[in-house]
T-cell receptor, first 110, second 117 residues
Framework: GEDVEQSLFLSVREGDSSVINCTYTDSSSTYLYWYKQEPGAGLQLLTYIFSNMDMKQDQRLTVLLNKKDKHLSLRIADTQTGDSAIYFCADLMGDYKLSFGAGTTVTVRA | GAVVSQHPSWVICKSGTSVKIECRSLDFQATTMFWYRQFPKQSLMLMATSNEGSKATYEQGVEKDKFLINHASLTLSTLTVTSAHPEDSSFYIC?????????????FGEGSRLTVL
C-alpha cells in the first residue's frame, strides 16, 4: 500500500548480513510486521514488533524501529540461500487490517 | 501453530465463468477473515473483510458483486470471482484472525493463483 514503502531489490552475498528498510506513515501504528514470501507461496510471518519497542531480536533476525522517523528495518545475520525471497513489511491498521509495502526481493548470491 | 488452508492452490478457467476459492482455518475458529489480492511483483491489496454470519466489508474500489464473499461458518470463508475475465487473473491470499482473549493473531493461507483465459 502507499502508506508503507520499501526498497524493491537487495542483493547480498551468502554469509553477509542483509538489511531491509521500510518506512510508514501512520503515527498511530501499534504493531509492525515482517513477512516472507517464497515464489508461488503465501506469506510466512517472520517477526513483529510492538510500537513501544526499539529493537527485537529473534535468532538471526533483528528488527529495529525508529518511531520518530517512522522507519523499520529487518536485519538478517549470516544470510543463506534459503533466505532468498520477497520480504514485506506491514503496518497494522485498525480492525486487524494490514497495509503492506511493495516488498523487497532479496537475492542471495554465492 | 495455527494453519490456514486455501483451496484450490491454483485454478485456470475460461473467461465468463465463476470460480470459488475457499479459505479454512484448520485448528481454530475465525470470526474474521481477510481477502487480499496480489498482482505479479506487487504488494498485497486488501479486498475485503469477511465476518462470520454477516455481510463482508469491501475496500474502496472493490466490486462486491464481482467478488462474492461468504463466511458461513467459523472456519470457512469463500471468495467467488463471478464472470471472471483475464484482468481478474491474480494471486488471492486469505488471512484468518485467531483470537485468544484480547490478543489477536493473523494467519495467512498459502494463496490461490487464478488464471483466466
Amino acid at each position: 500500500g502507499e502508506d508503507v514503502e520499501q526498497s524493491l531489490f537487495l542483493s547480498v552475498r551468502e554469509g553477509d548480513s542483509s538489511v531491509i528498510n521500510c518506512t510508514y506513515t501512520d503515527s498511530s501504528s501499534t504493531y509492525l510486521y515482517w513477512y516472507k514470501q517464497e515464489p508461488g507461496a503465501g506469506l510466512q510471518l517472520l517477526t513483529y514488533i510492538f510500537s513501544n519497542m526499539d529493537m527485537k531480536q529473534d535468532q538471526r533476525l533483528t528488527v529495529l524501529l525508529n518511531k520518530k522517523d517512522k522507519h523499520l528495518s529487518l536485519r538478517i545475520a549470516d544470510t543463506q540461500t534459503g533466505d532468498s525471497a520477497i520480504y514485506f513489511c506491514a503496518d497494522l491498521m485498525g480492525d486487524y487490517k494490514l497495509s503492506f509495502g511493495a516488498g523487497t526481493t532479496v537475492t542471495v548470491r554465492a | 501453530g495455527a494453519v490456514v488452508s486455501q483451496h484450490p492452490s491454483w485454478v485456470i478457467c475460461k473467461s465468463g465463468t465463476s470460480v470459488k476459492i475457499e479459505c479454512r482455518s484448520l485448528d481454530f475458529q475465525a470470526t474474521t477473515m481477510f481477502w487480499y489480492r496480489q498482482f505479479p511483483k506487487q504488494s498485497l491489496m486488501l479486498m475485503a473483510t469477511s465476518n462470520e454470519g454477516s455481510k463482508a466489508t469491501y475496500e474502496q474500489g472493490v466490486e462486491k458483486d464481482k467478488f462474492l464473499i461468504n463466511h458461513a461458518s467459523l472456519t470457512l470463508s469463500t471468495l467467488t470471482v463471478t464472470s471472471a475475465h483475464p484482468e481478474d487473473s491474480s494471486f488471492y491470499i486469505c488471512s484468518a484472525l485467531g483470537l485468544a482473549g484480547d490478543t489477536g493473531e493473523l494467519f495467512f493461507g498459502e494463496g490461490s493463483r487464478l488464471t483466466v483465459l
